[in-house]
């Protein structure tokens, strides 16, 4: 599972993201859904928590690829038709660079890299460095997004007036 707080200012937007081991790339590509849900931190602390507690009694654990935000606002602040058009064109067309990818939406480059860079923090794609290019690789064929109303879950899928 991967977090994603509510203050995006504290992920770095640059090429510092770490790059992934061969094994947890050929890991990711194995999967073809990434789940997009909105949940608390203390929900995300109990999932976790009931995760290893499984895991180190040997029970099976649910290993979808899960991105949490803690509110609605945040997914749509950092998933909007923009960011849904860009991991579409990479999907699509497999850009080979983040120049090409900034051709593919017309987009200026700088933008598109610090987009890039932004959902790499968050794990929706990674890059491959060929040469000297970076290319932006989404791992997924679906993304699916998980919205629970539930008035007792105090602040998932609350959206400002």
């Known amino acids: 599972m991967i977090y994603a707080g509510t ?3 504290v992920i770095p937007m640059n090429d510092t993201t ?3 081991h061969p094994m947890e790339r050929e890991q990711l590509q194995a999967e073809s859904t990434l789940v997009v849900t909105v949940k608390s931190s203390d929900e995300f602390y109990d999932d976790v928590t009931d995760s290893i507690v499984a895991l180190e009694g040997d029970s099976a654990v649910d290993s979808t690829p899960t991105l949490s935000f803690t509110s609605y606002d945040d997914l749509m602040e950092t998933l909007t038709p923009r960011v849904l058009e ?3 064109a990479i ?3 497999e850009s080979a660079s983040i ?8 987009r200026d480059v700088k933008n598109v890299h610090e987009e890039l860079s932004r959902l790499a923090q968050l794990g929706i794609l990674f890059f491959e460095e060929d040469d000297r290019a970076l290319a932006p690789v989404v791992w997924f064929d679906e993304l699916r997004i998980n919205l629970p109303f539930d008035p007792e879950g105090g602040d998932t899928a609350t959206a400002a007036p």
Do not use: G, H, K, Y
């Open 86 to 88: 860009l991991i579409e």
């Open 91 to 93: 999907r699509r067309e």
């Open 7 to 9: 203050d995006f200012s």
């Open 99 to 106: 120049n090409e990818t900034a051709r593919l939406v017309d």
């Open 18 to 20: 770490p790059p992934l």
